[in-house]
């Protein structure tokens, strides 16, 4: 009798292991993340809040205090928002090897937020903000706080095996970008929620694409333009819609529900358990409520004066930096305006791209110069031998900073002029020898003044000071005036620089609009 017991208490012990281990398997293959190195000479400093530990080089001292500042700020609000206490340190890296604003967030092993150090470009789908790192730490905070509810099974799990399990992890990704976005909203009365150009590129889709996109397609990767900000654009404005129809308690409901399902995916049953209604009819609801919305905008709109061009390109997908130049012939005579732009496109390399200006745009013949890296900014000069790129390359085998290159367009060869400069926006003066641009310090953006050939020995010419940016300067045709795009104080503007007396004159613009891309005529 004994015997048979044993056996079957093995048979059981067996079975409970197999059913371990697999679950054990899922969860860490759904859930592995990629590793990431910083450069091995970084002396690393790490600053204790309540709730936080901050690691961050020498330099960012002050960026690490400003973020323990407003990282106990966010984890009050948010915490109280989703109901939920994480009962463990959260980890913020500050790292400074990149130009590009962004940052991540990671529940397993540990809750780890990344934040780049750099401000947002200008003219993108993040530069609504009063204090980028306020949004940028509410977001990510979000992820930590939400992938981290954890009920019933999934947390009797972790408790004995360790931290493993995170059910909200593997949520569609318009669900956890779109209650991350939604917060980073919410909390600051700024945000994508409240951008123009966001809603701008959802409007975009609703209004003139023949194919509007499906529940099942966002939730998925899709190949088609926005690409990687469909998750972030839809799942926005459709939380945004389920909070307008059940209350902003939707989201901590939501998150609760699904946060003790051991078995993953079944989205539809936990927004039935929350909301009584199938989720891709309240899907269809939200996208038909916001289409009649736009056209309503569109109609309004029409009825009033509306300036409207000529479509010069047909290659959809992303346009960036177009420049035209007036290119003169060998014998200095004016020859043919020629339009230069960056063309980016998921299906293949990001390019310069080059087309002559007539008066028939439809047969102008338009040519691939050369392949260059995504947001690279252009300069070309009279003659059009030469472009002038700022864009980001490797450095140092760690770190990815904006560097200048010199594109010879009669031989196609690529030069590159500076190694690790961090430099950006460039303008051309007449003399074509010398080179306004952005360069990134830091804690801030500066405009600086250098010879082409002696890039790297530059002239300070505007500084707004600790968190401002600068971007898009623009010279006026006798090289007198300049003009830029400032980020200071919560407020960008447009400001005036005279360049013979080398003075700020003015800011041009004082109010709370976004301004930015100016330009002489």
């Excluded at 940028?136 to 095996?161: M, S």
């Excluded at 623009?474 to 007198?480: A, E």
Aim: glycine residues 4%.
């Amino acid at each position: 009798m004994s015997n048979i017991v044993t056996i079957v208490l093995h048979k059981q012990v067996v079975s409970i292991a197999a059913m371990v281990s697999v679950v054990y398997l899922f969860w860490a293959t759904v859930l592995v993340d990629i590793s990431y190195a910083y450069h091995p000479d970084i002396d690393w400093y790490t600053l204790k809040s309540p709730h936080f530990d901050i690691h961050f080089p020498k330099h960012q001292l002050q960026l690490a205090k400003k973020t323990a500042k407003q990282a106990e700020i966010s984890y009050n609000v948010i915490t109280e928002k989703l109901d939920w206490q994480v009962d463990r340190s959260i980890q913020i890296v500050i790292n400074d090897d990149s130009d590009s604003a962004n940052g991540f967030a990671m529940t397993i092993p540990y809750n780890l937020i990344s934040i780049n150090s750099s401000m947002p470009d200008e003219i993108s789908s993040i530069n609504n903000y009063k204090d980028w790192l306020s949004i940028l730490i509410n977001h990510e905070l979000t992820h930590i706080v939400h992938l981290d509810i954890t009920h019933d099974l999934p947390r009797l799990f972790n408790n004995i095996f360790g931290r493993w399990l995170s059910p909200n992890s593997v949520q569609a990704k318009w669900l956890i970008e779109g209650v991350a976005t939604w917060l980073e909203s919410n909390t600051t009365n700024s945000g994508r929620l409240h951008s123009s150009y966001f809603t701008m590129m959802l409007r975009s889709d609703l209004l003139y694409n023949p194919n509007p996109l499906t529940l099942d397609q966002i939730s998925g990767a899709v190949d088609f333009w926005p690409y990687g900000t469909i998750p972030y654009l839809y799942g926005l404005f459709f939380i945004d819609f389920l909070t307008e129809q059940y209350g902003s308690s939707v989201i901590k409901q939501l998150s609760h529900n699904y946060g003790a399902r051991i078995i993953p995916f079944r989205m539809g049953d936990a927004i039935r358990d929350i909301t009584g209604e199938d989720l891709d009819e309240l899907f269809d609801k939200f996208i038909k409520q916001k289409t009649a919305q736009f056209l309503e905008l569109k109609h309004n709109t029409i009825t009033r004066t509306v300036m409207q061009g000529e479509s010069i390109t047909d290659r959809g997908d992303f346009i960036a930096t177009p420049q035209i130049t007036t290119c003169r012939d060998k014998t200095g005579k004016l020859s043919t305006d020629k339009l230069f732009y960056v063309a980016a496109s998921e299906h293949e390399h990001t390019k310069l791209m080059v087309q002559n200006i007539g008066t028939d745009i439809a047969a102008t013949e338009v040519t691939a110069v050369a392949n260059v890296n995504p947001s690279a900014h252009i300069a070309v000069d009279q003659n059009c031998h030469f472009v002038y790129i700022a864009q980001s390359e490797i450095t140092n085998s760690y770190q990815r900073y904006r560097d200048l290159f010199r594109l010879n367009l009669l031989t196609k060869k690529i030069e590159q002029l500076s190694f690790g400069l961090r430099i950006s926006h460039p303008v051309l003066l007449k003399d074509e020898q010398q080179l306004i641009f952005v360069k990134q310090l830091h804690d801030r953006k500066i405009l600086a003044l250098a010879q082409i050939d002696e890039i790297d020995n530059y002239q300070v010419l505007v500084d707004l000071g600790a968190n401002s940016d600068i971007a898009s300067p623009d010279i006026s045709h006798d090289d007198r005036s300049l003009v830029f795009s400032g980020f200071v104080n919560e407020h960008r503007d447009i400001y005036l620089y005279d360049l013979t007396k080398k003075q700020l004159l003015m800011n041009i613009t004082n109010d709370a609009t976004i301004d930015g891309g100016p330009k002489f005529s």
